[in-house]
């Protein structure tokens, strides 16, 4: 018998009793007992786990309950950033076993076996897994979301894809056993398998989207990672029939039309969680087009600090997110990551005292405590409407999705204006460009001043990877770019060339935020409404602490976040003379 448990399992039969998870949440003001009686209601009817209906239904985040859990347990939490799992000990338990339990063994050395577990009070768990490890081992469980457990599964035990068995199945009709993607062993046929070993291999991988190109003989499979399209497979065009019909199935797209645009929506499972897919077709020369966009609800959703801002970025955002009243505008290009902001600012101040409204094309992500509308502009719902109908349902706050037209521009600052707090996007090419393309919209320029909070333009440059990147001094022309002396060259990182498994071999992995904030005070607001140029306006800016988009990227390229490269395809980079005032030291 394993020496381990005794004490988890006497520490599980005391949670059993009074002292419940729900009942200390309670007690730490993080959710009310109206919410646990909702969220036990919902367990009866889902069995699921109670924190885990608790985070489906908002009231919690993932990361407080590890936290609770992991305290209440005496546990560790299990931090996969500072872990290498191998498969080798990994895969010691069946795939079926950790997947079911929720339990992934990230260690076994001396006797002693460190398990990941969503739920460390699973002392069924703990039995079943003893039966894979030897006699007499010591279990150690590490509390983990289980987000990013079924992850770690995945990569540890391998995504399993038999892509050519699958292909061959269609092309000569004889049945592949180990291309079977059902956890039943139910046969599917091979399109429908190969479609789902791609989506969610795709999900995996954590591309944004997904591009289908048929091209000649053959259609090109693309995936956009980190902002960059990657090749990742060609198919013969014998089978692009086949897979663009499934593909507008599960769409919900007619699979007769072919000479129209089409789009869709769908929804599947990866690592236990809900992905949604937007599709869209486009017919080309060569037959149709489809792209795919993959919405990942729980690696899109995160705080502010954890999208890279720099701290005087994030010191300006929070001072602006506390004004009661006013318009705050997001500015950027498509992609550069506006949505995922302005939800981060939302998941911030929104509470059970406030209510927030959104109208947005289309909701791309649901957010507890916050009532979302899609604008149908077919159904006469455009943006302008919308707004007139929040205004009559007694919001505090109001997330309009895009400044489009000269209505929506209006109705959105009179909003504004009448004590509400307005989000939006508008597109210009910086944030002081905020005020002229609201003129330009028809907006007076008295009108603006005092009501607009303030402008902030955005865009995402690619993560050097930690694995494999390389430090050295910069060059001549990197130092010209960077505005530092070349006869000091500072170290910066670079992308090692052909990178290594961990970033896919492109020398990056991941992205951050680069971005500049302008804050609408007094001073501005009287240059606005004297007509002054964006020269000028940027000069009042500056004194007041402004850092531009470029000197912001500048400053994460001297700290050996990103690379002069990665940067320069997200802003213009040109030779400076002299430091850039917002850069930060080279650490």
Same mark, same amino acid.
């Given at each position: 018998m ?6 988890m ?31 036990l ?6 069995n699921?786990?109670l924190?885990?209906?608790?985070v ?8 407080t ?6 305290e ?12 290498? +799992? %191998?498969?080798? +000990?990994?895969?010691?338990?069946p795939?079926? *076993? ?5 339990v ?5 050395d ?16 703990? &039995?079943?897994v003893?039966?894979y ?11 983990c979301? !289980? ?7 995945d ?8 892509i /050519? ?10 049945f592949?056993?180990?291309s079977?993607?059902? !956890?039943h ?14 989506l969610? &291999?795709?999900?995996? $991988? ?19 990672i /980190?902002?960059?399209?990657l090749p ?29 645009p089409? %789009?869709g ?6 690592a236990?969680?809900?992905? /949604? ?10 037959g ?5 966009r993959?919405? &990942? ?28 009243e ?9 992609g550069?990551?506006k ?8 998941n ?6 406030l209510?927030?409204k959104t109208? !947005? ?10 009532r $979302?509308?899609?604008v ?17 349902? /007694? ?15 209006q ?13 939006s996007?508008v597109?210009t ?7 002229a ?6 907006m ?28 050295g001094p ?10 530092? &002396?070349p006869?000091?060259?500072? *170290?910066?990182g670079h992308?090692?060339h ?6 896919r ?6 992205r ?26 940027? %000069?009042?800016?500056?004194r007041?602490?402004?850092?531009s988009?470029?000197e ?20 213009h980079?040109?030779a ?6 917002g850069?930060?030291p080279?650490?």
């Amino acid at each position: 018998m394993a020496k381990a448990s005794a004490a988890m399992e006497a520490k599980a039969a005391a949670a059993a009793g009074g002292n419940r998870m729900g009942d200390k949440l309670v007690a730490l003001g993080l959710i009310t007992t109206d919410q646990l009686e909702v969220a036990l209601h919902e367990k009866r009817r889902s069995n699921k786990m109670l924190g885990n209906v608790l985070v489906d239904l908002g009231f919690v985040a993932e990361a407080t309950l590890t936290a609770i859990l992991a305290e209440r347990t005496g546990s560790e939490s299990f931090d996969p950033t500072r872990a290498v +799992i %191998d498969p080798a +000990i990994a895969t010691r338990l069946p795939k079926e *076993v950790a997947v079911r339990h929720k339990v992934l063994l990230i260690g076994l050395d001396q006797g002693t076996a460190h398990l990941a577990m969503a739920d460390p009070y699973d002392v069924l768990a703990l &039995d079943v897994v003893r039966r894979y490890l030897p006699p007499d081992t010591e279990t150690v469980p590490l509390v983990c979301p !289980e987000s990013i457990l079924f992850d770690l599964v995945d990569r540890a035990y391998g995504a399993q894809l038999s892509i /050519d068995g699958m292909l061959r199945e269609i092309q000569t009709g004889e049945f592949d056993p180990t291309s079977i993607q059902n !956890e039943h062993g139910r046969y599917l046929h091979p399109v429908v398998r190969l479609i789902n070993a791609l989506l969610l &291999d795709a999900a995996r $991988q954590g591309a944004s989207d997904l591009h289908f190109e048929p091209e000649g003989n053959f259609i090109r499979l693309r995936y956009r990672i /980190d902002g960059v399209m990657l090749p990742i497979r060609a198919f013969h065009v014998d089978y692009w029939g086949a897979m663009s019909q499934r593909l507008k199935l599960m769409s919900g797209m007619n699979i007769a039309e072919t000479r129209m645009p089409q %789009d869709g929506r769908f929804t599947l499972f990866v690592a236990n969680r809900e992905v /949604d897919f937007r599709v869209s077709s486009m017919p080309t020369v060569f037959g149709e087009n489809i792209v795919l966009r993959v919405l &990942d609800h729980v690696k899109a959703l995160r705080s502010l600090s954890e999208l890279g801002f720099s701290p005087q970025a994030l010191t300006a955002m929070e001072r602006m997110l506390r004004r009661p009243e006013g318009i705050l505008v997001v500015t950027g290009p498509t992609g550069s990551g506006k949505t995922t902001t302005l939800y981060a600012m939302l998941n911030k101040i929104k509470s059970v005292e406030l209510n927030i409204k959104t109208l !947005e094309d289309p909701v791309e992500y649901k957010l507890g405590l916050v009532r $979302q509308t899609q604008v149908r502009e077919a159904s006469g719902l455009t943006f302008a409407e919308g707004i007139r109908a929040m205004l009559r349902q /007694d919001p505090d706050i109001l997330f309009i999705g895009e400044v489009r037209d000269p209505e929506t521009a209006q109705m959105a600052l009179r909003a504004s204006m009448t004590g509400h707090q307005v989000f939006s996007t508008v597109h210009t090419n910086d944030a002081v460009g905020v005020v002229a393309r609201l003129i330009d919209l028809g907006m007076p320029i008295g009108m603006m001043a005092g009501n607009i909070i303030g402008s902030m333009s955005q865009r995402l440059t690619r993560v050097l990877c930690v694995h494999c990147k390389e430090m050295g001094p910069a060059t001549a022309e990197e130092c010209q770019l960077l505005g530092v &002396d070349p006869a000091h060259p500072p *170290v910066i990182g670079h992308a090692r060339h052909g990178g290594c498994p961990e970033c896919r071999h492109t020398g990056y992995r991941g992205r951050v935020a680069i971005a500049e904030v302008i804050e609408f005070t007094p001073e501005i607001d009287e240059l606005v409404v004297a007509g002054a140029t964006r020269g000028a306006i940027l %000069d009042m800016a500056r004194r007041q602490g402004f850092i531009s988009i470029v000197e912001d990227g500048i400053g994460k390229v001297l700290a050996g976040e990103t690379s002069v490269a990665a940067l320069s395809r997200a802003v213009h980079l040109v030779a400076r003379n002299t430091p850039p005032s917002g850069a930060h030291p080279a650490k």
